[in-house]
């Protein structure tokens, strides 16, 4: 364990030494960008740091109804809503689809998501076909399928094309969670929803948190309107705190700085992907997530001043994933040192 007494962007220091720092997430690097938080200090001035009430109190603020109309915008969306945190914006998506029909979630699918009573795993070697005709023999056409956009674990953006061959007889809500795709991901940061291809019998419901890329302590769900509707009607809409109002101010008002540090990261993907070549990374696919394959690195990293993330995951009893995480506020002298370290171990 590796307590910081700050927070970290390319580096940190402990005990007076900096260290390069290639863990968490913020994929942005957006909470170290003066630009960015000079935002949220705009917010806390006009909106307050915390708004303690509701959402459906009949005081709400017209903060978090502009939010969720950009946030749908920006997903290409009907509609979205807000919740103070990822967890709770996952959790509540499956929720409200577990209330009208059986949920099934997909192999390597986050717990935030699947651990619900009554969800009903689909075993990693059974072919799309074959579940559905299952489905079919037992007459059952309608039900929900959760999944995650990544697979955080390999690096690698998870392939949804095997729903383009599902029949038109069904009706399946998708349930993906974007948290590590909204932001970056895609054509312009609107994360997995540029690349699905979705017959008309599969719809979309997709929930996220605001954290991995935006540096927002928040979530959000988009779909369209019906289930949006149900999703306010939820005990966990209704009774939670929202999100700081400071950080919906500052998001609605840092679309270019999104655009700015998003195209930083990708070159720096790319960059240590190339320096990368003749290393032992588990496949990366142009995530901002490398996974190493060599066991005892993270002591050896660390000796040598540069702190990667490497614990059990995602239960306490698996076993440690190490994981070299890049973020936009990493030089290319950053990226040089790390591949150089992890080619002499």
């Keep these: 364990m590796i307590t910081l007494s700050q927070i970290p962007g390319r580096s940190t220091m402990i005990d007076g030494k900096e260290y390069a720092f290639f863990s968490g997430y913020s994929y942005l690097g ?3 960008l003066p630009a960015f938080t000079d935002l949220v200090k705009i917010g806390i001035d006009q909106y307050g740091v915390v708004y303690p009430s509701s959402r459906i109190s009949n ?15 920006y997903t290409n969306m009907e509609a979205a809503t807000c919740f103070s945190s990822g967890f709770l914006s996952a959790r509540t998506a499956v ?13 390597h699918t986050h717990p935030a998501s699947t651990a619900l009573e009554g969800l009903k795993p689909i075993p990693a070697e059974q072919s799309w076909a074959d ?19 990544i697979n955080p674990t390999p690096g690698r953006v998870n392939d949804f094309s095997f729903l383009q061959s599902t029949p038109a007889a069904f009706n399946i809500t998708l349930i993906i969670d974007d948290s590590h795709g909204i932001g970056w991901l895609g054509v312009k940061g609107e994360g997995i929803r540029s690349l699905l291809q979705l017959p008309r019998s599969v719809e979309l419901l ?3 948190s605001l954290s991995k890329s935006f540096h927002i302590n928040g979530g959000a769900v988009c779909g369209s309107r019906k289930w949006l509707s149900a999703v306010r009607q939820h005990v966990n809409y209704a ?9 919906a101010f500052a998001w609605l008002h840092a679309g270019h700085l999104f655009q700015q540090q998003r195209e930083i990261l990708l070159q720096n993907i790319d960059y240590l992907q190339k320096l990368t070549t003749n290393n032992t990374f588990v496949a990366n696919e142009g995530t901002p997530v490398f996974v190493l394959a060599k066991k005892g690195i993270a002591p050896y990293l660390l000796q040598n001043h540069t702190i990667i993330s490497s614990f059990s ?27 150089q370290l992890i080619e002499q171990f």
């Design 239 to 247: 009774t939670s705190t929202p999100l700081m109002p400071s950080l």
């Design 59 to 73: 005081t709400a603020l017209d903060l978090y109804a502009k939010t969720e109309e950009a946030l749908a915008g």
């Design 30 to 32: 957006l909470g170290m």
């Design 131 to 149: 579940f559905l005709a299952e489905r079919a023999a037992a007459n059952e056409y309608q039900f929900g399928l959760v999944a995650d956009s």
């Design 313 to 339: 995951y995602p239960h306490p009893e698996s076993d440690p994933v190490n994981r070299v995480v890049v973020n936009a506020l990493h030089l290319r002298s950053d990226l040089e040192k790390l591949a």
């Design 95 to 107: 929720e409200v689809v577990k209330e009208e029909m059986n949920v099934y979630y997909l192999h």
């Design 206 to 208: 997709l929930n996220f």
